[in-house]
């Protein structure tokens, strides 16, 4: 019964490659996000979808795309990867009134060698 | 924009002992919303505690609970009867009723001495 699930939860991998981390919530949210947490623990959000569409992209290379097949679901593809990348991603969903808590994955901790 | 502040990155507490993690805020928004989270060493990012800005009463979780200083733009959350689960990485977040964004301070590391 998790509510947000990402995938995978640890990936290693090498400069220049690309890949993909997966978050879905069954949680019936109306607004998703994507935040890298540095080695210093330090949140940035990166990206917030709401009903799959783009309202923040903050300064992020565009070597990430974020995409949305449907609300329950956002996708972070990230394009030649480097050194810097190395970071643990979370994906998070709330439903759009701010009140509302954001309920966060497990984070996926990508590893560039 | 809204800035958040947390000024210890690092705090040690007794078991059983209370301690206070501090954060502070800026924002020009009249209504907005402020939360603590936890991230224990399994890296969850679990809520811990939620206020309204327009509610004067301190929001109060069991051993968790806030002391809302609206005017000095400050947030603190007090842990009561400190336990070694507590040992964790501590967040307070700050989020406008206008939009969807969470502004995350950096964080503070509690440690629990047993």
């Known amino acids: 019964d998790t509510a947000v699930s990402q995938t995978p939860k640890y990936l290693v991998t090498q400069m220049g490659n690309d890949k993909s981390i997966k978050c879905e919530q069954n949680l019936g949210h109306d607004t998703m996000y994507w935040y890298k947490q540095d080695s210093k623990k330090f949140l940035k959000i990166m990206f917030s979808?709401?009903?799959?569409?783009?309202?923040i992209n903050e300064t992020v290379p565009n070597r990430f795309s974020p995409k949305s097949p449907d609300k329950a679901h956002l996708n972070l593809h990230i394009n030649s990867l480097e050194l810097g990348d190395s970071a643990v991603y979370f994906c998070?969903?709330?439903?759009?009134?701010?009140?509302?808590?954001?309920?966060f994955g497990d984070g996926t901790r990508l590893s560039i060698l | 924009a809204q800035t958040v502040t947390q000024s210890q990155p690092e705090m040690s507490v007794q078991e059983a002992e209370t301690v206070t993690l501090s954060c502070t805020y800026d924002t020009s928004e009249s209504d907005y919303y402020l939360f603590w989270y936890k991230q224990p060493p399994s890296r969850q990012m679990i809520l811990v505690i939620r206020?309204?800005?327009?509610?004067?009463q301190n929001a109060t979780e069991n051993r968790f609970s806030v002391n809302f200083q609206k005017a000095a733009k400050s947030f603190s959350l007090k842990i009561s009867d400190s336990q070694l689960g507590d040992a964790a990485m501590y967040f307070c977040a700050s989020a406008s009723n206008t939009g969807n964004q969470f502004y995350f301070g950096t964080g503070t590391s509690l440690t629990v001495i047993p």
């Open positions: 206020q309204e800005a327009y509610k004067q």
């Open positions: 979808y709401n009903n799959k569409e783009l309202i």
């Open positions: 998070a969903s709330s439903q759009r009134a701010s009140n509302q808590p954001q309920h």
